[in-house]
């Protein structure tokens, strides 16, 4: 099946470390985004790459960083400088930058820090 | 910037009522307008679209026009079920602004029997 999986679905985060977020896609969409939803909040954007070994920093990447060394790929890094890593992420795609295309949405991963 | 902003929420309805959440926009040129949705344990999906100014987008007896004029996305339904209780999500892209997903803050709906 085509989509976009995002592993794990949940993790949980000792003060202090740092982790990654897995992103992968198959539909061979060359835009992928990060974004973090918090409770009452919407959706706000992390990072976005929209080619390979290319990204940009969103509304809120500090405490995050990303690499785009393949084209199905996404992963996200939570630093420990992230000083409030609890959320729910979610990784998006779409075929290109156009703003007419739609994004679609993985099922998210949910990280507690404990 | 582009921004989106959602009617507050939360909205409690009977089956069968007419359903609006509004949402309106601030952005220049002309940007694509979406509606997404998250049902209860479910992940976030599109639900309608708009490209242009004047274009209505409708899917599943929902549906929204682009009004550039008072720059608004009104979702609307005329009959709501109780299977239509989840969160709406207003969004507008624009190439301009990286091409990604800015997002109002959502809308929880819920339909009573």
């Known amino acids: 099946d085509g989509g976009i999986t995002q592993s794990p679905k949940y993790l949980f985060r000792k003060e202090g470390q740092n982790v990654t977020l897995s992103c992968e896609q198959n539909?061979?969409?060359?835009?992928m985004y990060w974004y973090r939803q918090d409770p009452g909040q919407g959706l706000r954007l992390i990072y976005y790459s929209q080619i390979v070994n290319d990204f940009q920093k969103g509304d809120i990447a500090e405490g995050y960083s990303v690499s785009r060394e393949k084209k199905e790929s996404f992963p996200l890094t939570v630093t420990s400088a992230q000083k409030n890593p609890t959320a729910f992420h979610r990784c998006?795609?779409?075929?290109?930058?156009?703003?007419?295309?739609?994004?679609?949405f993985g099922e998210g991963s949910w990280l507690t820090v404990v | 910037g582009n921004s989106v902003t959602q009617m507050e929420g939360p909205v409690t309805l009977s089956e069968e009522a007419f359903l609006t959440i509004n949402c309106t926009y601030t952005a220049t040129g002309y940007p694509s307008l979406f509606w997404y949705v998250q049902y209860p344990g479910e992940g976030l999906q599109l639900l309608l679209k708009a490209t242009k100014a004047d274009d209505k987008g409708s899917n599943k007896g929902f549906e929204a026009t682009y009004r550039k004029e008072t720059t608004s996305f009104h979702l609307e339904k005329g009959s709501v079920q109780v299977s239509d209780s989840a969160v709406y999500f207003c969004a507008l892209r624009q190439e301009t602004s990286g091409s990604r997903l800015t997002f109002g803050e959502g809308t929880q709906l819920t339909v009573n029997p």
């Open positions: 539909l061979n969409h060359d835009a």
């Open positions: 998006a795609s779409s075929l290109d930058r156009f703003s007419g295309n739609t994004i679609y």
